[in-house]
């Protein structure tokens, strides 16, 4: 651990209230990013050696996890129940809730997969809020150049330009589904939407329901989704391989029910991935703010069936993860905190970066801080002062009334949050690459489509807040749309794992062990093995690599 300021000397040195000095940096964003993003450095990532995205670099951990195994072999299917239907969404956060109901609509059989329960997802999580350029001040053409700029101009044009046009209509979507969002305080009911301005952004743009957007805007979507006849859901059941046919189509999935402990071989027209990131891998050791299935099973599936993936070596750290206490460290401390004003004091009581610029530029400054000496350390834990009590005290009623939150986060953490700053530290956020889709979500293998955090393309190098919530509705409702005409188009005369045994095949070309296998359904602490669960052959657990079943 770096030399760091204990808790005691530092706690003295701040004052609520007072505005503190600012520490002067004349260092250039490159030059930041580069010395203290965990995306760059020597060792930050190595070149695949296998797939459609050989020689591409991909983050170090991850990468072991994309040239992994199946879990499963042609064998372990036998006598494996087979049920049919038009669309099959794998995922049931709001990207695959969005995609389920367009695609009901339009007169699809639906089949919706959940790892968890319908809603156990990252969007439940999002605390922030939705970005949709509906103020008079703001408009699209903004809201895209904000993105692309947040981005690192890595982002897809056509893409960013198509959800940002969407913005406004899914508001209203969201609002007729019954969704609430917070009014400006000077308007009767029916008034304005209230609306608050993100990190890295040229206007006003975020709409919010108090501080936990996410977990009222999935309220709304899982009760659509548990009302529409259209829609079968299956919960706790997991994704363990895509379906593949003769012509190389994606014709479903292998799914595994944890409670019956079986698996089934769906076949559909259409597969919809909307599995989320990969932040339960805990990516260069870093603590997670993503749920318990976040562990990349659609990027592990999707490339092993060979579609095209991008920038696999870019992930959002969020500047303010708890640091302290220990056992909630990582969990996420919303940047709607620092949009309110909330700052961000080293352990010299010193404010050192402007809390809105972009998260990458702001998880790095607090990284700095910590690697030269200036961090606060306490029992073990390492991190910077946000400053909650001044916010307070300039804004008296705002953790009452607005931080709802993020004042019984505190109380977690057994403190006041008016009386005493939080400890907090960047943790891993986010997926910004990931697979390659088209506008309506489809990707380089025929009737695989893709939506939300699995997929790349949209926030570039690094993600505004409040664009996640966005972006998933928009893609998923457009993908759901698209997905729903496939059907009666393909029928497959053959479906199967048959891409697996091609994939094996690359795996020892290239040197690579079979024992190692993947998707990894939970965290390592989980203790899960699927082939013990499933009473299947032994499993090579014993011989994989730590982080790897």
Not at 298 to 326: M, N
Not at 376 to 390: A, K, N, Y
Request: proline letters at 5%.
């Amino acid at each position: 651990m770096p030399i760091s300021i204990p808790y005691e000397v530092a706690r003295k040195r701040y004052r609520a209230g007072v505005t503190p000095s600012v520490r002067s940096d004349d260092a250039s964003v490159d030059e930041l990013l580069k010395g203290y993003h965990p995306d760059h450095g020597s060792n930050a990532h190595v070149a695949l050696s296998v797939g459609v995205n050989r020689g591409a670099p991909c983050q170090h951990d991850l990468a072991r996890y994309l040239q992994a195994n199946a879990l499963i072999d042609d064998v372990d299917l036998a006598g494996a129940q087979l049920v049919t239907t038009d669309v099959l969404v794998i995922g049931g956060g709001g990207g695959g809730c969005a995609a389920a109901l367009t695609a009901a609509k339009q007169g699809a059989r639906v089949m919706l997969a959940t790892k968890l329960r319908l809603g156990d997802s990252n969007t439940v999580m999002a605390e922030g809020g939705i970005q949709a350029a509906v103020g008079e001040d703001d408009s699209p053409q903004l809201h895209f150049e904000d993105t692309l700029r947040a981005g690192h101009f890595c982002g897809e044009p056509e893409l960013v330009a198509q959800m940002v046009m969407d913005g406004p209509d899914v508001i209203r979507w969201l609002i007729q589904l019954g969704m609430m969002f917070d009014l400006e305080e000077d308007q009767p009911l029916g008034g304005n939407l209230l609306r608050k301005k993100p990190g890295g952004a040229s206007a006003a743009r975020i709409l919010s329901y108090r501080d936990y957007t996410g977990l009222e805007m999935m309220r709304v979507l899982r009760e659509a989704v548990d009302l529409d006849p259209g829609i079968d859901v299956w919960n706790r059941c997991p994704v363990v391989e895509l379906l593949s046919d003769e012509r190389g189509r994606c014709a479903g999935a292998v799914i595994y029910n944890l409670e019956w402990r079986t698996f089934s071989l769906v076949r559909a027209h259409a597969v919809i991935l909307a599995t989320g990131g990969a932040g339960r891998l805990h990516l260069n050791s870093f603590p997670t703010s993503n749920h318990y299935g976040a562990t990349a099973d659609g990027l592990v599936l999707a490339y092993r069936i060979g579609a095209h993936l991008r920038e696999l070596d870019s992930f959002q750290y969020h500047p303010t993860g708890i640091a302290y206490p220990t056992h909630l460290a990582g969990g996420l401390i919303s940047e709607a905190a620092r949009s309110a004003g909330a700052r961000l004091i080293n352990g010299e009581g010193e404010r050192f970066v402007d809390e809105l610029k972009p998260r990458d530029i702001v998880a790095s400054a607090i990284l700095r801080e910590c690697a030269q000496g200036r961090g606060i350390e306490r029992d073990g834990q390492i991190g910077v002062f946000l400053d909650t009590p001044t916010l307070e005290l300039e804004n008296p009623g705002i953790l009452e009334r607005r931080l709802v939150t993020l004042r019984h986060l505190a109380h977690k953490c057994g403190h006041d949050a008016a009386q005493e700053p939080f400890l907090v530290y960047p943790t891993l956020h986010y997926q910004n690459g990931g697979v390659t889709i088209d506008k309506e979500g489809a990707t380089s293998v025929p009737g695989l489509y893709c939506v939300g955090e699995v997929t790349g393309g949209i926030h570039g190098r690094n993600r505004l807040m409040g664009n996640a919530l966005l972006d998933i509705l928009s893609m998923g409702r457009r993908a759901g749309a698209s997905a729903a005409q496939s059907r009666g188009r393909f029928v497959a005369s053959r479906a199967g794992i048959g891409h697996v045994h091609a994939w094996q095949r690359q795996l020892t070309l290239a040197g690579l062990p079979l024992h190692v296998k993947a998707p990894q359904l939970f965290p390592d602490y989980a203790h899960f093995d699927l082939r013990v669960d499933a009473g299947l052959r032994p499993s090579a657990r014993a011989d994989a690599p730590s982080g790897i079943r």
